[in-house]
């Protein structure tokens, strides 16, 4: 009796590994609404690729890469969690606060907002000259990350 039940769990335990394996999609329409309405306002590319990355069978993030070569990467609801542009482009300023701007513009003048992430107390961004900075959820600098 214990062989079979340790069976059963070794069993579930590789069918759940297996059904864990990220999926691709070419189109926006297996991302959810809020993230649709994301790209659709900010952004001119098309979406390129999904990866849709899963976690014991359930979906945990969605990487989106659109046709300009920029990457956004939602969470389950279509929460936007970071955007990366290449060096030609920048980030659309809807995704960080008024002061970041207003910071980049006095203090890194001729530079671009290329990386935003967003994280519980703030953001972090990245310039395109490689300078990555933290700024706390109001927009307020706080200090150069490494």
């Not at 335990?13 to 070419?26: E, I, L, P, R």
Request: net charge neutral.
């Amino acid at each position: 009796m214990k062989k079979l039940i340790l069976c059963l769990l070794l069993l579930g335990g590789a069918y759940a590994v297996v059904s864990a394996k990220d999926t691709y999609a070419h189109d926006a329409s297996v991302l959810p609404e809020a993230a649709r309405n994301v790209i659709g306002k900010n952004f001119k590319s098309k979406v390129s690729v999904v990866k849709i990355d899963k976690d014991f069978g359930r979906v945990s993030e969605y990487d989106v890469t659109l046709s300009d070569g920029t990457e956004i990467t939602f969470d389950r609801q279509g929460n936007w969690k970071d955007v990366e542009t290449n060096v030609n482009s920048s980030v659309p300023s809807a995704f960080y606060p008024p002061a970041v701007a207003s910071y980049v513009k006095k203090n890194h003048s001729g530079t671009r907002v290329v990386g935003v992430e967003k994280e519980r107390r703030g953001y972090d961004v990245t310039l395109s000259n490689g300078i990555e900075l933290k700024f706390d959820s109001q927009g307020n600098f706080l200090r150069y990350d490494d």
